[in-house]
């Protein structure tokens, strides 16, 4: 249960997350082409690596990357100094505003396996209680271990389907 807990951080565990992963993407793409900034062809393979990364590290849905058109667009409002390409820094701050989204998403998962999950395993237990031969052992469980159990289930459930896209 620790392990799983210790993927559920907060919004300051997932941010640090994203950063190790931008910063990697970007030291990446700067030594594949040998430039200090990212052009916008350069830009698109970046978000393409940070959105394959998120889909692999971060709990939660798949998410999809933007469109081409998407990534121009914000490109112009990050590009501070507008010379058309994105050093360290707008890069990061383009990455922060493109993944904004995915916290929220992120955060309602958790919710429903953290709080939704056990609940409705005590309610499952309950019920299952009246059956023979089931329900002796269902009430020799623990609440907690029982609880637990359901909610490894359904983290377990998620992380399987998501493999599967």
């Known amino acids: 249960m620790g392990q799983v807990l210790d993927k559920f951080h907060g919004k300051q565990w997932r ?3 994203i950063r190790l992963i931008t910063d990697k993407v970007y030291q990446r793409i700067k030594n594949q082409s040998g430039r200090a900034n990212l052009a916008f062809e350069d830009l698109y393979i970046a978000v393409l690596l940070v959105y394959n990364d998120i889909n ?7 998410f999809d990357p933007p469109s081409k058109e998407q990534v121009r667009e914000m490109m112009k409002e990050c590009d ?3 010379d058309g390409e994105l ?5 990061v701050k383009f ?3 493109l993944t904004s989204d995915t916290f929220i998403v992120v955060s309602q998962g958790l ?8 609940t409705v395993a005590m309610a499952t237990k309950r019920a299952t209680e009246g ?10 469980v623990p609440n907690s271990i029982y ?3 359901v909610t490894l289930a359904v983290v377990w459930f998620q992380n399987s389907g998501r493999q599967i896209d």
Do not use: W
């Open 131 to 140: 059956v023979p031969h089931v329900g002796k052992v269902v009430q020799r």
């Open 111 to 118: 919710l429903i396996t953290l709080v939704v999950a056990p």
């Open 95 to 97: 990455i922060q505003k």
């Open 80 to 82: 501070l100094n507008l």
């Open 15 to 17: 941010q640090k997350q």
């Open 87 to 91: 050093d360290h820094e707008e890069f």
């Open 56 to 62: 692999k590290h971060l709990p939660g849905p798949h």
């Open 147 to 149: 609880a637990s159990l």
